[in-house]
């Protein structure tokens, strides 16, 4: 399975963009880059995932490097609800398993 | 929907009881997941199925055991409960390969061995 480096936390002020990188140098070419977030004690949350091309939805941006080794999620405006740990996760193709690191624990700041 | 549903939310076991803790899928999702949390950490995979009537074990599978007779439920069973076991566990799913999908987490159950 591909390994994640991920810095331990990160702060944001609220209203400005939040900025999360993800080092999975060893993804292999079939796998994805999904990111998931956990609020508090909560169940983890879907964010947005990719394979090679940047990614946006409602919630964020996804910037993927041409060589797939690294990405980064954009939080575009962030709020006090955003703060949580975030997750990047590499997973697809024959790589069934959805294996969680340490994560960033990202808070926002008033 | 109710998504995924796990069963019981709260429990508090004696050591050496067993138990069985209960997720629900209704998205016919091919894949499930156990996974524990203990404070301060991330999520480990303790199972996980690719498919009804198949598992596998994941980071942290001994002392638990689970089965997916039906496609909707996957069951983590623990045998003779530890004071190691407490912790919050989390039950996901997602939709096959093929469709490279999001996985769906239940709230957690909150278990607490004495």
């Known amino acids: 399975d591909a390994k994640t480096t991920q810095p331990t936390s990160m702060d944001c002020a609220e209203g400005r963009a939040a900025n999360l990188p993800c080092n999975h140098s060893t993804i292999s070419g079939n796998e994805y880059v999904y990111w998931y977030r956990q609020i508090h004690s909560q169940g983890p949350q879907y964010i947005i995932h990719g394979l090679k091309n940047n990614e946006t939805n409602e919630m964020a941006s996804l910037i993927i490097t041409e060589d797939r080794k690294s990405s980064t999620l954009i939080l575009p405006h962030a709020t006090l609800r955003d703060t949580a740990v975030y997750y990047c996760?590499?997973?697809?193709?024959?790589?069934?398993?959805?294996?969680f690191g340490k994560g960033t624990l990202l808070t926002v700041n008033p | 929907n109710a998504g995924v549903t796990q069963t019981p939310k709260f429990r508090v076991l004696k050591t050496g009881q067993s138990m069985t803790l209960l997720c629900a899928q209704d998205?016919?999702?091919?894949?499930m997941y156990w996974y524990r949390q203990d404070p301060g950490m991330g999520l480990r995979l303790i199972h996980y199925?690719?498919?009804?009537?198949?598992?596998a074990k994941g980071e942290v599978p001994d002392g638990y055991n689970v089965s997916r007779l039906k496609k909707q439920n996957f069951l983590l069973g623990l045998e003779s409960a530890a004071p190691s076991q407490t912790s919050v566990y989390f039950c996901a799913s997602r939709n096959d390969r093929r469709h490279n999908t999001e996985a769906f987490f239940g709230q957690g159950t909150r278990l607490t061995v004495v």
């Open positions: 996760i590499p997973s697809g193709g024959s790589n069934y398993k959805l294996t």
């Open positions: 998205m016919n999702h091919e894949y």
């Open positions: 199925s690719v498919g009804e009537g198949t598992t």
